[in-house]
C-alpha cells in the first residue's frame, strides 16, 4: 500500500501544467476523396489555421477538444472529443460534403453536428473512438457503446449479442475500412456474431458508422445491422506508444512513420487477456482468455492515392474453474458448457485511386475461422462418455471493386463483389431434439462462390429541400439451382430527405435485402449427401422506415422512427420445429442439422432518441424502443421470437470535470425476453438427461413464457495525469453496480446426486429406457457486479 501511494504523490508532483501537442488534419471532399482547400478552428479557443489538404495546428494545450472545418462550398464538419496528448502529433482526417446552393450560386452555410447520407438519411449513427472510450459499462468495447443507441437490443448477460429492431445476431455485418471482417468477437457463436469480447482494439477507431436501416448498396447480406469502423491515422512526427494494464486484460500499441518521407505509417497492437484471473476471483465457473493482434500500414502518395494493408487474428482458450463454489447454478454451467478453443483471422488489402472525376477502391481479403468444441458428460473424458467432437473451418477470399463518380447533379456509386468461400466440418454429434435423439457423423468440405452488382445514386431537387436516392443490387451463389439466379435476389431501395424547416427533416426509406444462409447450414453432409441444398434460399427482409430529425443548437439532436420490416425465407430446423431467428444467443454453433426455408417473420417498432454531443464538458443520450419481433413455427404462426422485448430504456450522461476528471453512467432497462419452457419428465429421462447435460426445451411451446425485466446501472471514473511527454490514465469500470436479478426466468435445473457426484436414479430395477433421475430445481443467481480497472500510458 505505501508503494502505491507512493507512486501517485509522485504522480501528482510531476504533473506540469504547460503541456502542448499538435495535429494534421487531411481534409478532402467527402464523395471524390479530392483534397480540399480548409480553414480549422478549435472551439472556444483562439487557435486557427488554414491551406490544404493537410493542415497543421501547433502548440495545443493538453485537453480534450472539438475541431471545426471550413470549406468554401462545402458544409462544416466536426471532429469531435480529440484528446491533444502531450509533445504528440495526432494525425486526424475528415471529409467534408458539399454545401447546398440557391439559384445565385450563393453558399448556403450549414452546421451539422450527426452524419446522415443520401443513402441513408434515418437509421445511422455515428459514434467516435473517445465516445466508445469514455461509454460507462463499455469497458472500451464498441459493441456494449452501441447499446446507449435506440432499436438494440442485447441479452442480458456479458455477451455481446446484439439484436438490432427485432432480428437476430446473425443478420449483422461488420467491415473496417471497407473490407469485411466477419469474426469481431472472441469465442464468437458460428452461425451468428455474438461473443463476449470485443476483438478490435477501439484506440485505433477513429469512429464507427452503425446502420440499423437504410443500408447502402454497396454493402451485401445486411438484414439488420451493419457496423462501418473507420480506422485512424497514424501520427506522422515518430512512433508512439501506447499500454494498458488492465484487471481484464493487457495490451501494447504503436503507431508512426514507417518511412523517412513519412509516407508510410502503420498501427500495431498486441492483446492478452487477464479475464481468467478476473472471473475466478469472482468465483464464476468458466475461464475464458484470449490473445488477439491488428495493424494497419497505409503508403500516401502525393497524388492523393492510398494503399493499405489490414490485419486482425485472435486465439481463444477455454477452461473450467474446477475451485468456483458448487451452487446449483454453477454446477448446471459446468455441466452444459462445451470446451471450445477457436482462432480466426482477416486479412486484406486496398487501393484508392483518384481519377478526375471521383475515385476508385479496389480491397482483397481473405479470413478464416477455426471452431472446435468438446464435451463428454460430466465432463468425464472417456470415450464412452464423448457427447460431441466437433471441429468446423470457414475461409473466404473476397475482391471488392467500387467507383464513385459524378454525372452532372447526380452522385452515382457503382460496384461488385466476389467471393470465394470453402467450409468443412469433420464432427461426430450426440444431440436431444424435439422429437428423438440424433447422432451425426458429419464429414463435409464444400467450395462456392458468391457474386454481386450494385448501383445507386443520389441527387438534390425543389432548391435542395428535397434529396432523393436509389439503389439496387443482385446477388447470386453458384451453391445450388435455389441460388444462382441473380434475378431472385433484385435488391431496390429509395430514401427520401425532406427538409421542412431549418432544424427539422422528414426521412424515409425502403428496400428488400437478402443474405444467403450460414455456411453451418449449406455445408451440412450426411452421408456424402448435401442435406439441405435443395431447400435453403436467399433470406429476403423488407424495410420500411420512416421519421422526422430536429437538429438543435448546442450539438442536441432528436429524432423519432418508425419501422417495419417483413422477413421471408428465413432457415427453419426441421428436428426442432423452430426458426434459426430464434436462437445464436449462446456458446456453440447455430445452423449445422437439416433446415429448409420455409421460415416467416416480421418485426415492427418506433424508436426515440435524444442526443447530445459534448458542449461544456457535458454529453448525454437517452433512448427508447417500443417493438415487437415475431416468427413462424412449424405451422406458419407468427410468434413472440427470443427478441420481442416490448420495451429497450436507455439513459447515459457525463462530464468532464477539472483536473482531467470525468465521470459516466449508464442506466439500461429492457422488458423480459420470451422464454420456451422446460420438459421436464422428458428431461429426467437417464437416456436423455445423459446426453443433453441438462434440461430440455419443450419447443412445443416455443416462447410462451417471459423472463424477468432486466435492468443493471454502469458506472465510470477516469483520471488523467499529464506530464511533458506522456500521460498516464487511471480508470474504473463497474458493470451492474448493484448485482440485479437474473433476466431468466426459468428454473435452474440438475441432479440430485449422490456422495460421488453421480445422479440419483429414482427407479433403479425399471427397464433402461423407463429409468428417471430425480432432479432438483431453483433459481439462477443474481448478476454478480462486474468490476473493471486498469492504467494507461501514453507517449
Known sequence: MKIIITFFLCLFSMAGHAQVGSVNISIDDEFSKKPLEASVSILNSEITSSGKSNIQLLEIPVGNYTFEISSSGYETGFLYEINILPNQNLTLS???????????????????????????????????????????????????????????????????????????????????????????????????????????TVDFIKDVDFYSGAFPAKRNGVLSSLFEFNLKEARKDKLGYKAILGLDDMQFMMDGPL???????????????????????????????????????????????????????????????????????????????????????????????????????????????????TKYYRNRETPENLLYDYNSREAENKFRVDRNFQVQDYRVSAGSNINFAKYSNNSTIKQVNQNEINFDEIDSQINFLQYGLYLQSSKLFFNDALTVSLGARVDASNYSDETSNPLEQFSPRLSLKYKIAENWALNFNSGIYYQLPAYTSLGYRLNDVLINKNTLKYIKNSHIVGGVEYSGDNNLRLTVEGYYKKYKNYPFSLRNGISLANIGADFGVVGSEPV???????????????????????????????????????????????????????ASAGKYFKKNWNFGARFRMQSGLPETPYDLNRSSLVNVWNIANGPIQDFSRLNTLRGNISHQLDLRAEKKWVFNKWQFTVYMDIINVYGSKNASGLPVVNLQRDEMGDGIVANPSAPQDQQVYLLDEGTADSNTPLPYFGFIFEF
Open 259 to 373: 518511412s523517412k518521407d513519412q509516407s508510410w505509417s502503420g498501427l500495431f497492437s498486441v492483446r492478452k487477456s487477464n479475464l481468467q484471473l478476473l472471473f475466478k476471483a469472482i468465483g464464476l465457473p468458466f475461464l475464458p482468455s484470449y490473445y488477439d493482434a491488428t495493424f494497419k500500414v497505409s503508403k500516401k502518395y502525393s497524388g492523393g492515392d492510398e494503399l493499405y494493408f489490414i490485419g486482425l487474428g485472435a486465439i481463444d482458450e477455454f477452461k473450467f474453474n474446477e475451485n468456483a463454489e458448487k451452487t446449483l447454478y454453477n454446477q448446471t454451467l459446468i455441466d452444459r458448457l462445451p470446451v471450445s478453443p477457436q482462432w480466426n483471422y482477416t486479412f486484406g488489402a486496398g487501393y484508392r485511386h483518384l481519377v478526375d472525376n471521383g475515385n476508385w477502391l479496389f480491397t482483397y481479403s481473405r479470413n478464416m475461422l477455426d471452431n472446435q468444441a
Open 596 to 650: 429448409d426455408s420455409r421460415g416467416l417473420g416480421e418485426t415492427y417498432g418506433f424508436e426515440f432518441l435524444v442526443q447530445k454531443r459534448t458542449v461544456n464538458n457535458f454529453y448525454g443520450i437517452l433512448a427508447y424502443t417500443f417493438g415487437y419481433s415475431k416468427f413462424s413455427d412449424s405451422a406458419g404462426e407468427l410468434l413472440p421470437s427470443s427478441w420481442d422485448s416490448r420495451h429497450i430504456l436507455s
Open 94 to 200: 475528415i471529409g467534408l460534403k458539399k454545401s447546398k446552393t440557391t439559384d445565385i450560386q450563393e453558399v448556403v452555410i450549414t452546421r451539422k453536428a450527426y452524419k446522415t447520407t443520401a443513402e441513408s438519411p434515418l437509421s445511422l449513427r455515428n459514434i467516435t473512438s473517445e465516445e466508445v472510450q469514455k461509454s460507462a459499462g463499455s469497458n472500451r468495447d464498441v459493441s456494449k457503446a452501441i447499446l446507449s443507441f435506440p432499436g438494440v437490443g442485447s441479452t442480458p448477460t456479458f455477451r455481446n449479442d446484439l439484436f438490432i429492431r427485432g432480428g437476430s445476431s446473425a443478420e449483422n455485418k461488420f467491415y473496417i475500412d471497407g473490407i469485411e471482417v466477419p469474426v469481431i468477437n472472441h469465442f464468437q457463436t458460428q452461425g451468428a456474431s455474438g461473443g463476449p469480447r470485443g476483438i478490435i
